[in-house]
């Protein structure tokens, strides 16, 4: 199901597409969606790999430092991360 977050109207997408046709042709637009998910996974994936960074990087650090104020202060860090990256996941 697709969730707009504009409160567009059936009839206003339907406007939007016939535009989007007209404009760029019914043999693009497939195109345009895909690069579109491309570079949704490629951000999707960078973020994920910046996450994994962080998180193996502090727990290294907290190995080496052994402190629980540490922890305290990392799980807010991933907290944090969790909720900036929550808006780019999909929802299903």
């Known amino acids: 199901m697709l969730v707009l977050p504009l409160f567009i109207s059936g009839a206003e997408i339907a406007f939007i597409m016939f535009i989007l046709v007209m404009v760029f ?6 195109e345009i969606a895909r690069g579109l998910g491309k570079g949704m996974r490629t951000l999707k ?7 994994n960074e962080i998180t193996n990087s502090a727990e290294k650090h907290m190995q ?3 402190g629980e104020d540490f922890k305290k202060e990392v799980e807010e860090v991933k907290d ?3 909720e900036i990256t929550g ?5 299903n």
């Open 25 to 30: 042709g019914a043999d693009k637009i497939p």
């Open 45 to 51: 994936d960078a973020t994920n790999d910046i996450k």
């Open 64 to 66: 080496d430092a052994g």
């Open 80 to 82: 944090d991360i969790e």
């Open 87 to 91: 808006s780019i996941k999909r929802k």
